[in-house]
């Protein structure tokens, strides 16, 4: 059975990074991409960006100035990192897989708030 | 403003059947598949359905989706107690070349 665990920190004060992190087990994750989602009351879910086993990523345009998507296979863990944080970025942020092709995302962790606040 | 469009809420009593549209453009919905997530309060959102109209092992076949053009629905027949629970649709988008979501609507079993 896939298990997810996100950790992070959920505090920040404006300007701050946010860096959370994703540990996968339990699973084959070979043809996976490993995503981050985030969800707010103003915005419902946003999809954040997404990486593949071998490092290349696909970013939200809007936030793709800020983002950081990183994967070390080795331990079947990838991180997010946000940077420049504002008030707008205060939401649950969830990391998520889905396997290459039309399936959709599979496997959701239990999703971290992060509140930006000064 | 989400990319794809829901209504906030919907109802139905036990036994019912309801459906929740969701309505985007050609870069999304009218060109790529339609995912469907149930949410529970306070947890994250589960896969029900991929590919406009499979279920993944565990879903009840009471619910169903399907898609035209540019629109897709979800369909929950047998409306039980249990599948009250907010309700996104999803697909990936061409022109922003990113997934894009719908606002969610809520489903409250009367």
């Known amino acids: 059975q896939v298990q997810i665990q996100q950790w992070g920190a959920g505090l920040l004060k404006p300007s701050e990074t946010l860096s959370l992190t994703c540990g996968v087990s339990?699973?084959?994750?070979?043809?996976?991409?490993w995503t981050w989602i985030r969800q707010s009351p103003e915005k419902g879910l946003e999809w954040i960006g997404e990486?593949?086993?071998?490092?290349?990523?696909n970013y939200n345009s809007s936030l793709k100035s800020r983002v950081t998507i990183s994967i070390d296979p080795s331990k079947n863990q990838f991180s997010l990192r946000l940077s420049s944080v504002t008030a707008a970025d205060t939401a649950i942020y969830y990391c998520a897989t889905r396997v290459v092709g039309d399936y959709g995302f599979d496997y959701w962790g239990r999703g971290t708030l992060v509140t930006v606040s000064s | 403003q989400s990319v794809l469009t829901q209504p906030p809420s919907a109802s139905g009593t036990p036994g019912q059947r309801v459906t929740i549209s969701c309505s985007g453009s050609?870069?999304?919905?009218?060109?790529?598949?339609v995912y469907w997530y149930q949410q529970l309060p306070g947890t994250a959102p589960k896969l029900f359905i991929f590919s406009n109209n499979r279920r993944p092992s565990g879903v009840p076949d009471r619910f169903s989706g399907s898609k035209s053009g540019t629109s897709a629905s979800l369909a929950i027949s047998g409306l039980r107690s249990e599948d009250e629970a907010d309700y996104h649709c999803?697909?990936?988008?061409?022109?922003?070349?990113?997934?894009?979501f719908g606002g969610g609507t809520k489903l409250t079993v009367l």
């Open positions: 050609s870069s999304n919905v009218g060109t790529n598949y």
């Open positions: 990486i593949d086993q071998s490092g290349s990523t």
């Open positions: 339990g699973g084959s994750f070979t043809n996976y991409y």
């Open positions: 999803a697909a990936w988008d061409d022109s922003l070349s990113g997934w894009v």
